[in-house]
């Protein structure tokens, strides 16, 4: 029986960002700051991923995260085995902090938490399989992943110019593009299923 990596990140998310929020020097400790990370604390690229500012922070992701996790989790399972989606994951996380890293590595006033990017990964190499899904938000509203993708990008943007939280929303960008870009590059031929089923939406039967 293959164990349910999704769940068990998010239960791992779930559990560290409570304890973070019971206990503010842990906070400190996990969240991205440019400054300890040139002092060597270069886990934080990792450990900021697992804490969320607020219930609706860590709701959204893991519920987003949980929606599509399984079909890319099996995905990478085929090349990778048991660790490949967990090392898919982790490197989202970091590789989608890297240019806010370049950007604020003077900053001592800039931090970011929250697992944006990971989970931006993992949505958009959802949508190279399978654009037309249909997703319902807050379990009613049906819309199709590629429209949802669209606008996750334009808020994403908009967000990132008005940023005056620790969010980093310019992470959702990064790490789609990571996900996209990494599986692609496992299997080329994602390309030409993705513009297929592009064309054809599933929806007009």
């Known amino acids: 029986m293959e164990i349910n990596q999704t769940i068990i990140i998010i239960a791992v998310t779930c559990l560290v960002t409570y304890m973070a929020w019971q206990n503010k020097q842990l906070m ?11 002092e060597g604390q270069v886990e934080r690229f990792v450990t900021h991923g697992f804490i969320h500012a607020d219930g609706t922070h860590l709701l959204f992701n893991m519920f987003t995260f949980y929606f599509f996790g399984s079909i ?18 982790l490197a989202a996380i970091v590789v989608a902090m890297l240019p ?55 808020y994403s943007i908009y967000a990132s110019k008005k940023n005056n939280d620790n969010i980093n929303h310019s992470a959702h ?33």
């Open 72 to 89: 890319i989790e099996a995905f990478y399972r085929q090349y990778f085995g048991g660790a490949g989606y967990v090392i898919f994951y």
């Open 28 to 38: 400190e400790r996990l969240i991205f700051w440019s400054p300890a990370i040139k």
């Open 173 to 205: 960008l990064y790490g789609g593009l990571f996900g996209v870009i990494m599986t692609i590059v496992l299997e080329p031929r994602i390309i030409g299923y993705f513009f297929t089923q592009l064309l054809n939406p599933s929806w007009l039967g």
């Open 100 to 154: 806010s890293y370049f950007k604020h590595k003077d900053d001592r006033n800039y931090m970011s938490l929250g697992a944006s990017g990971a989970v931006s990964a993992v949505l958009f190499a959802y949508i190279l399989f399978a654009p037309w899904e249909l997703l319902y938000l807050f379990g009613a509203i049906p819309i199709p992943a590629i429209l949802f993708a669209v606008a996750y990008v334009w």
